[in-house]
C-alpha cells in the first residue's frame, strides 16, 4: 500500500445533492420543499417553541410565583456547631470572623443562628440575625447575643 493508492472507502464520500436544477434531475421544480406553506418560502425560519400554529406550551401554563428583589439570604449556623466550635477551640466568644476561619461561612455571606442541637456552654455570639429560639437557648446556658 502506497500513499498514491489511497481511496476512501465505498459510499463514504458522497457529492451533495444539487436541487433547483431541472427536472431532469429530480430535483427540480418545487426543489424538495413540497407545495406552498411557510416551509416552502424563502426566508423562512422556525421561531422557538412554535406548534404549527396550536398555541405553544409556554403559553398554555399560567404564570405563578415572583423572586422578591429585596430578599435578604443568610448562611444558617445552629447553636450545635457553635457548642462543637466552642468546645473544639476553647472560646467564649465566637462572631464570623471565627465561623469564617471554620470555614462555616464565607466572606460575604450573612450569618443567621439557628435553634437545631442543644448548647451548654456560656458563650457570647455575634451573628447578623438570630432566631428566637435560638436566642433563647443562649441565653438559658449563660451566653449573651449582639447583633451586627
Request: proline share 3%; glycine share 12%; aromatic share 4%.
Amino acid at each position: 500500500m502506497e500513499l498514491s493508492n489511497l481511496r476512501p472507502a465505498i459510499g463514504s464520500v458522497t457529492r451533495k445533492t444539487r436541487i433547483g436544477r431541472g427536472p431532469g434531475s429530480g430535483k427540480g421544480g418545487t426543489s424538495t420543499r413540497g407545495h406552498k406553506g411557510a416551509k416552502s418560502r424563502s426566508g423562512y425560519s422556525r421561531k422557538i417553541g412554535f406548534e404549527g400554529g396550536q398555541m405553544p406550551l409556554q403559553r398554555r401554563l399560567p404564570k405563578f410565583g415572583f423572586k422578591n428583589i429585596n430578599r435578604v439570604e443568610y448562611k444558617a449556623i445552629n447553636i450545635s456547631d457553635i457548642e462543637a466550635l466552642a468546645t473544639a477551640l476553647s472560646l467564649e466568644k465566637i462572631g464570623i470572623e471565627e465561623l469564617r476561619q471554620a470555614g462555616l461561612v464565607n466572606r460575604r455571606q450573612l450569618v443567621k443562628i439557628l435553634a437545631d442541637g442543644a448548647i451548654t456552654r456560656a458563650v457570647a455570639v455575634e451573628a447578623n440575625a438570630f432566631s428566637k429560639a435560638a436566642e433563647k437557648a443562649i441565653t438559658e446556658a449563660g451566653g449573651s447575643i449582639s447583633k451586627i
